[in-house]
């Protein structure tokens, strides 16, 4: 019997809250945060809808780690936040997410961040109750890489008849400032900011940004470098380099492709292998499929630094064999 007790204290007490936990529903996540939703569109401007499917979206109904433990709902990382931090595995392991004391805190912040960043102004020239230009602006400004995005919250706000909370609804703010506010660190120095690691263009109008295996980019133009392009894409100094593993002071050639974000493991599917021609090399390789040049050579069980042969087939998505 002593076992028997001592078995179901055991279940009790540390196997029960995982099996028994409840989980948010879409619907009970809604009637939460649908009112402070609906007071942001009147502060900003911004679809209820929209931020109401984003929160749904980013926080898995406000089920994530994020949400839990930091009250993130939106997904929003550190960079010039002073704060509490979190740190959570994202495009690479360990990075810095914001930490809030309440949900209501981080909605707050995610109307904040869309209003005081140039790379959202366009998006308020949108109607309040055009949910599907904000969907399609917000992938367009960067504010996630996948290309199924605008389509996923389309799909959320009319599956759960989101638009009903944007109408009826007159925002006191029409517009977003035309440049960012700079922050000041510690020191007292001016620093740039940006709440996610999913980078498009800055200035759309001249650089559009293209996707290549998830990952968006830009072409250079004549005398562009990395610290040029860094400013103008309102980016810190040592992105640009590190996703495209350069070195800021590399050079860089009209029509080189400039990745804004990490490159991949592997290569979109259908793109297995790849023949190389003469003067190629594994640099140019991981840039034209946009897959991180280290896992390029452990793909293909090669030192790094080493270069291929004309007529070699590198596997893009598949260790080779021994």
């Not at 029960?16 to 502060?43: C, G, H, W």
């Not at 996630?144 to 007159?170: H, M, S």
């Not at 040049?293 to 030192?303: F, H």
Request: charged share 30%; aromatic share 12%; glycine share 6%.
């Amino acid at each position: 019997m002593r076992v028997c007790y001592a078995i179901a204290f055991w279940l009790v007490c540390f196997v029960t809250p995982d099996l028994f936990a409840q989980k948010i529903t879409v619907e009970e996540y809604i009637n939460t945060y649908k009112y402070l939703a609906i007071s942001e569109m009147e502060r900003s401007g911004i679809p209820a809808s929209i931020t109401l499917a984003q929160g749904i979206l980013e926080s898995a109904n406000g089920n994530s780690r994020l949400a839990v433990v930091a009250n993130n709902h939106f997904g929003i990382k550190c960079h010039d936040w002073k704060g509490k931090e979190i740190y959570h595995d994202d495009n690479e392991k360990g990075e810095c997410f914001r930490h809030y004391k309440t949900a209501k805190e981080s909605y707050l912040d995610h109307t904040d961040f869309l209003m005081n960043r140039s790379r959202y102004a366009f998006l308020f020239g949108y109607k309040s109750t055009d949910y599907k230009n904000w969907a399609k602006g917000l992938r367009k400004a960067g504010y996630a890489t996948d290309p199924k995005y605008p389509q996923r919250l389309i799909d959320l706000i009319e599956r759960y008849n989101l638009q009903q909370y944007d109408t009826g609804v007159k925002p006191t703010r029409k517009t977003a400032a035309k440049t960012p506010p700079a922050t000041t660190n510690s020191k007292g120095k001016t620093s740039k900011s940006d709440a996610r690691d999913d980078f498009s263009s800055f200035n759309i109008e001249r650089y559009p940004a293209k996707v290549n295996n998830g990952t968006d980019y830009i072409t250079a133009r004549e005398g562009d470098t990395y610290t040029s392009l860094s400013n103008e894409l309102d980016l810190m100094p040592w992105q640009l380099p590190k996703y495209n593993e350069a070195l800021a002071t590399d050079e860089l050639h009209e029509g080189q492709v400039v990745y804004l974000q990490p490159k991949r493991r592997k290569a979109e599917r259908g793109k297995d292998t790849h023949k190389v021609a003469e003067g190629e090399t594994m640099y140019f390789i991981s840039q034209k499929y946009a897959v991180k040049l280290s896992r390029l050579y452990t793909l293909n069980r090669m030192e790094e630094g080493t270069q291929p042969e004309a007529g070699d087939v590198l596997n893009l998505r598949r260790k080779k064999r021994k």
